[in-house]
C-alpha cells in the first residue's frame, strides 16, 4: 500500500513482507531518476503484509494497518512503534488519522468491525520487536511500546440480517437468519470493512465506510455509542446504483472525499467510480451534520439516503479485486482534482471530477453498455510472459457491460500504459501533484505531467527512447493539436 507524507515529497510504501519503505519523489533537472530509484529509508514494523497506511498531519506519525490483526504508529522520527492497537481479529484493511485531530484514528478489519482510538488513553507497556527488512535471522532490536484499546466499536457495522422463510415456517410464524452464499464458513456473519473515511475537518465527526457485500455507503457520528441491542445502527445508509439491484451486489473496494467536501466518490467492484452527493447522505433534518454542537442526538432506525449521481468507466479500467484501489488528487495550483484507480489491465486509469467538464459531455445512461469500445490488451513491456495472459478476455469492461444503468455513465478517462506488467493495485498522490502507482511485477512508478509524454508518444522506439517508460494513451489527433 501507499501513502504520501504531506509537509514533503517523500512516499511511503508498504509491502507484503511488513517492510515499510521511502521513496523520494522530487523532481530534480539534472537527475530524475535516482533519488527515486533509491530507497530514501527502510524498517520492518510488521511481519505480515501492510494492508494500508497514513500519516499524521504534521507527518510526524505514520499509522500502519496489516495482516497480522494489529496497527501500529511509528514515530517517524525514530522509525520506532509508540502505540500499538489491538483489537481486532482478522486482517486490518484501513487506517484513517480524524481530520484536525492526530489523537484519534478509525480503522477497519476483515472482521466486520470498526474500532476508534485515542492515543492519549495509554494503556499497559509491551515489550515488541522490529526486523530488519533484509534477513530474518537478525536479533531483532526491542524497546517499549503502549498498548491502545478501542474506545469505540461499531461491531458487524455492514452485517445484514437476511431472513428467509419456507412454507412450513409460515405457518407458525417462524423466520430464522440465513449467511449469504459468498460468505467464508470461518467468517459466517463478518462482512468485511473495505474503506473508510472521515468527512472534513469541519465535518470530522462523521464517519463513512463501506463493505464487501453491497455498494451502500454506512454513515456514523463518531461522538457517541453507535451500537444498542440488535446490532449497530448508522445515521444513514447512502443506497446502491440501481443496476446491483436488478443485476447482483458489488462490493466497494476505495471511498474518496472531495477537496470541498460536496462529493463522495467509492470504487466499485464492477469497475465503475461512483459518484454521491454527500448532502444527500442525509435526508430531512440532519442535526449530525452540525458540527456547532456536542448534543447526543437518539437516531433511532438509520436513514435511507439517495443512491449515486453518475459515474466513471474506462475500457481498460478492471477492478478486478479488492487489492485494486483509488486515490484522489485534490486541486493543486493549478493542476485540477484528478482520481486515480488501479486496474488488472496492467495501467491506472485518470478521471477528472469537474462537474462543468462533465455536463459538456453526453454520457451514456438507461442503455445496455455492449457498444463499449473492446480495451486495448498492453504490450508487455519486456519478452517475459505475462502469468496473467492467460486469465485475460477481450470483454469489453466486464460486468459493466452487462448492467443496465439509470444514472449517467462518463467514460472520459486516460489510461497510463507501458509502465506495468501486472495488475496496477494502489497509488498516491504527492504534494507535486504527481503519482506513485505499485504493480504485482513488483515495481512502483512515479508519473508526471509535462510535454515529454508527447515525445514518447511520437518519438518511436529507436535508440531505447521508451525504456523504462510509460505515458497517457490519449486519442488520436491529440499531439498534432500542440504543434
Not at 108 to 131: E, F, K, M, P, Q
Not at 224 to 237: C, D, E, K, Q, Y
Not at 290 to 300: D, F, V
Request: aromatic share 8%; with cysteine; glycine share 8%.
Amino acid at each position: 500500500m501507499l501513502t504520501t507524507v504531506l509537509a514533503n515529497t517523500l512516499v511511503a510504501i508498504g509491502g507484503e513482507g511488513g517492510v515499510v519503505t521511502l521513496l523520494d519523489t522530487a523532481s530534480s533537472e539534472t537527475d530524475k531518476l535516482s533519488s527515486f530509484s533509491t530507497a530514501h529509508l527502510s524498517w520492518r514494523p510488521h511481519k505480515n503484509a501492510i494492508m494500508d497506511l497514513d500519516f499524521s498531519s504534521d507527518d510526524y506519525l505514520l499509522a500502519t494497518a496489516a495482516g497480522d490483526q494489529l496497527s501500529r504508529i511509528i514515530d517517524m522520527r525514530t522509525q520506532q512503534t509508540v502505540n500499538v492497537l489491538e483489537g481486532h481479529y482478522a486482517s486490518v484493511k484501513t487506517i484513517r488519522f480524524q481530520p484536525g485531530n492526530d489523537h484519534v484514528l478509525a480503522t477497519s478489519s476483515r472482521d466486520g468491525t470498526v474500532h476508534l482510538w485515542d492515543l492519549r488513553c495509554r494503556g499497559a507497556s509491551l515489550a515488541i520487536s522490529d526486523y530488519t527488512p533484509e534477513d530474518d535471522l537478525a536479533e531483532p532490536s526491542s524497546y517499549k511500546a503502549s498498548v491502545a484499546r478501542p474506545y469505540n466499536t461499531i461491531a458487524g457495522a455492514h452485517n445484514e440480517r437476511q431472513l428467509h422463510c419456507n412454507p412450513s415456517s409460515m405457518l407458525s410464524g417462524e423466520l430464522r437468519d440465513i449467511t449469504p452464499r459468498s460468505e467464508a464458513p470461518a467468517r459466517t456473519g463478518d462482512i468485511s470493512i473495505t474503506a473508510l473515511s472521515f468527512l472534513t475537518q469541519d465535518r470530522n465527526h462523521l464517519l463513512l465506510t463501506a463493505s464487501e457485500a453491497s455498494s451502500c455507503v454506512k454513515l456514523w457520528d463518531v461522538r457517541g455509542r453507535n451500537s444498542r441491542r440488535g446490532g449497530a445502527v448508522p445515521i444513514s445508509t447512502a443506497q446502491q446504483p440501481d443496476s446491483h439491484k436488478s443485476h447482483r451486489r458489488f462490493g466497494l473496494n476505495s471511498l474518496m472525499v472531495s477537496g470541498d467536501g460536496s462529493r463522495l466518490y467509492a470504487l466499485s467492484r464492477d469497475s465503475t467510480v461512483y459518484a454521491w452527493s454527500t448532502n444527500h447522505l442525509i435526508l430531512g433534518y440532519a442535526p449530525e451534520y452540525s458540527s456547532s454542537t456536542s448534543k447526543k442526538y437518539h437516531y433511532g432506525d438509520n436513514k435511507k439516503g439517495l443512491g449515486p449521481m453518475y459515474g466513471f468507466r474506462h475500457p481498460e479500467m478492471r477492478a478486478s479485486t479488492f487489492y485494486n484501489k483509488a486515490a484522489l488528487r485534490p486541486a493543486i495550483a493549478d493542476k485540477p482534482e484528478l482520481i486515480a484507480v488501479g486496474s488488472a489491465y496492467y495501467c491506472p486509469v485518470l478521471f477528472p471530477t469537474d462537474e462543468a467538464f462533465l455536463n459538456r459531455e453526453q454520457p451514456d445512461s438507461d442503455t445496455e453498455h455492449d457498444e463499449l469500445p473492446t480495451p486495448r490488451l498492453p504490450t508487455p513491456i519486456s519478452s517475459q510472459p505475462s502469468r496473467q495472459g492467460a486469465q485475460r478476455t477481450v470483454s469489453g469492461s466486464g460486468v459493466a457491460t452487462r448492467l443496465i444503468d439509470t444514472i449517467p455513465i462518463h467514460h472520459h478517462g486516460t489510461a497510463l500504459v507501458r509502465g506495468h506488467e501486472r495488475d496496477v493495485s494502489c497509488m498516491t498522490w504527492t504534494t507535486e501533484g504527481n503519482m506513485v502507482s505499485l504493480s504485482d511485477d513488483f515495481t512502483a512508478r512515479c508519473w508526471r505531467e509535462g510535454s515529454t509524454a508527447r515525445d514518447l508518444r511520437m518519438g518511436g522506439e529507436a535508440e531505447g527512447r521508451r525504456w523504462n517508460c510509460g505515458w497517457a494513451d490519449v486519442e488520436k489527433g491529440w499531439d498534432d493539436d500542440d504543434e
